[in-house]
Each structure stands twice: as structure tokens, then as C-alpha cells.
Nanobody, 125 residues
Framework: QVQLVESGGGLVHPGGSLTLSCTAS????????IGWFRQAPGKEREGVSCISSVYDTRYYSASVKGRFTISRDNPKNTVYLHMGSLKPDDAAVYYC??????????????????WGPGTQVTVSA
């Protein structure tokens, strides 16, 4: 069964950090570009970062550049999103999925992209 599961969310103070994990089963993650998205209540889903399948090209949205880092651990079939200097605006449910490409921009999810349940990130004093 093809499945993606996000984990690592939680409550953190402003300025703190979290590392999210995106672990796949039923397929090999490093064959795909992987994107992290987030959605806050009342807001549209936003693409925040991605990593390509070849050369590990990375992309970050302007809102997270310099604070977030995406990486892969192929033996663990996992993609990570390390989030630093967190702000209240970063609070959202974070999702990962396969995307069409990752380069100077972030591609959209594929037509048959698999979505996990997401992991909640709360940033509050």
C-alpha cells in the first residue's frame, strides 16, 4: 500500500525549532521530487519547500527561506523538514507529497499524489 506519514509536529515557542519527518511505505521516496505544504485555518494550502529526485535540488518559499532546511535520508525512505526560528505565522498542519518537479520553483502535486494525514505545528508563547 502506497502511503506517506508525516510526524514531528508539536507545540513550540516563537524562535524555537522542530524537525518534521515524511516517511513513505509502498514506494521509494528518492525516485520522486517531494514537497512540503502547509495549511492554516482559513488559509489556502501553501507550498513551503521541496527537494528534487536528482541532484537533491532544494527550493524554499520566501516565507521560510533561511529558516527551514529540507533533506533526505534514502535508507530510511524519509524526507525531513527542519524548521528554525519559528514564528506564529508558521503554525499550520504540514503535509508532504510527491510533486511534479522541484527546481527554481516548486511543482504542483501530481494527479495521483498520495497525501498523508499531516502533522500539526503550533507556535505560541
Amino acid at each position: 500500500q502506497v502511503q506517506l506519514v508525516e510526524s514531528g509536529g508539536g507545540l513550540v515557542h516563537p524562535g524555537g525549532s522542530l524537525t518534521l519527518s515524511c516517511t513513505a511505505s509502498g514506494f521509494t521516496l528518492d525516485h520522486y521530487a517531494i514537497g512540503w505544504f502547509r495549511q492554516a485555518p482559513g488559509k489556502e494550502r501553501e507550498g513551503v519547500s521541496c527537494i528534487s529526485s536528482v541532484y537533491d535540488t532544494r527550493y524554499y518559499s520566501a516565507s521560510v527561506k533561511g529558516r527551514f532546511t529540507i533533506s533526505r535520508d534514502n535508507p530510511k525512505n524519509t524526507v525531513y523538514l527542519h524548521m528554525g526560528s519559528l514564528k506564529p505565522d508558521d503554525a499550520a498542519v504540514y503535509y508532504c507529497t510527491t510533486i511534479l518537479f522541484c527546481g527554481t520553483t516548486m511543482g504542483a502535486p501530481g494527479r495521483f499524489a498520495t497525501w498523508g494525514p499531516g502533522t500539526q505545528v503550533t507556535v505560541s508563547a
